[in-house]
């Protein structure tokens, strides 16, 4: 059997050449990584909701016209991907504050901002990612003014996108990140959405209760990630058969 070359591995990815010029293969790890890699666990099933849920999420950008990297889904872990140069900016957009903005600003997590607010941090775990401004970003010529015009549509649109899909199902969208990057299609290029959209790059609060479904069960120990994760692949829809199964009576109804 070929072996295939691995062209990253990152904390919870690898990626992969692609069969043909201009594809990747991303697989999903069970690996859950915060705090900047300094609390780890693996989570058996991780990597099979997330590889749906990004699927499920990048395909319905697809269809609203949402440029992103999405071509199919190959396996239980893997999906097939546009190769595109990541712009290297981590790309937060908040409806509600939490996590870093309540640190920052002194502002109870959970307080509804009064209009959506993008962030940007540079991509650089060993800095931590840090938070950057547009002035940084243009002096350091990490992207121009075009792509961060287009940056920012992006992100609203992810952002109305998201917010909507969740809204019907009793999910509060608090914050996501997302990462973009540029594709060349004959003399145009273009930015595209990459990486994954999943409850490892979105904070999700249940709208009823409150019941945290994302990342920080685990960063937080709040309870079992992967039945959040479940919890959310089932109400949308998108809980694979074969695997994933749900181990508490709680969560059947
Ligand atoms: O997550 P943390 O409190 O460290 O940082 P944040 O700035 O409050 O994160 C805002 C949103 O971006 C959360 O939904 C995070 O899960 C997500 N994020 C991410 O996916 N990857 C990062 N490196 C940083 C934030």
């Not at 062209?7 to 919870?12: F, L």
């Not at 043909?20 to 780890?40: L, M, R």
């Not at 950057?132 to 990490?142: K, L, N, R, Y």
């Not at 009823?208 to 692949?233: I, N, P, S």
Request: charged share 30%; glycine share 8%.
């Amino acid at each position: 059997m070929a072996r295939r070359k691995k062209i990253y591995e990152g904390k919870a990815k690898i990626l992969y050449e692609g069969p043909e010029p201009g594809t990747i293969v991303q697989y999903f790890k069970d690996d859950a990584t915060a705090f900047n890699a300094e609390k780890k666990a693996v989570i058996e099933g991780k990597g099979v909701l997330n590889n749906r849920l990004s699927e499920f999420f990048m395909t319905g950008l697809g269809q609203i016209g949402v440029p992103n990297h999405f071509i199919k889904r190959l396996n239980m872990r893997e999906q097939l991907v546009r190769s595109v140069e990541i712009i290297p900016l981590e790309i937060i957009v908040r409806n509600y504050a939490a996590g870093t903005m309540s640190k920052r600003l002194g502002i109870e997590e959970g307080t509804q901002l009064p209009r959506p607010i993008v962030e940007y941090c540079y991509k650089d775990d060993s800095l931590g990612d840090p938070l950057v401004t547009e002035e940084h970003i243009a002096a350091f010529g990490w992207a121009s003014q075009q792509d961060m015009d287009d940056i920012l549509s992006l992100a609203l649109r992810v952002n109305d996108f998201l917010s909507g899909v969740m809204m019907a199902v009793g999910i509060r969208l608090v914050d996501f990140k997302i990462e973009v990057g540029r594709v060349f299609d004959g003399d145009f290029q273009r930015l595209i959405v990459a990486d994954e959209i999943s409850p490892d790059s979105c904070r999700l609060w249940d709208i009823e209760t409150g019941q945290k479904l994302d990342k920080d069960v685990f960063r937080r120990d709040l309870g079992d990630l992967k039945d959040a994760y479940t919890e959310v692949a089932k109400r949308l829809g998108v809980m694979p058969k074969t695997a994933a199964p749900i181990t508490k009576p709680t969560l059947i109804n």
